[in-house]
């Protein structure tokens, strides 16, 4: 069961309580027996990988820092067209 943290809506005294996920999100001040609403946090998110590094997300140069599918792919694209325009008058 998880713990969920409440703060009275009186004293605004903060406190812990236990309750399934079934139960009522209502708990009981422990101080002035006033009516407590939940406070939400939000989830902590943890990124790993490539990519998710300030060098790796910015990095326009063709040595590492990635898989490959990051901004290379972005630069291959741009410099093919450019590549066959000046092929096709030339032939």
């Known amino acids: 069961m998880p713990i969920y943290e409440y703060e009275c809506n009186s004293c605004h005294y903060r406190f812990d309580k236990r309750q399934g996920f079934n139960d009522a999100p209502l708990a009981e001040c422990p101080k002035c027996q006033g009516t407590g609403r939940r406070v939400f ?51």
């Open 41 to 91: 946090y939000p989830a902590p998110i943890i990124f790993k990988g490539s990519g998710f590094y300030v060098t790796d997300s910015r990095s326009r140069s063709g040595d590492g820092g990635g898989d490959g599918n990051g901004s290379g792919s972005d630069t291959g694209g741009k410099k093919s067209p450019a590549g066959e325009g000046t092929k096709e008058p030339g032939g």
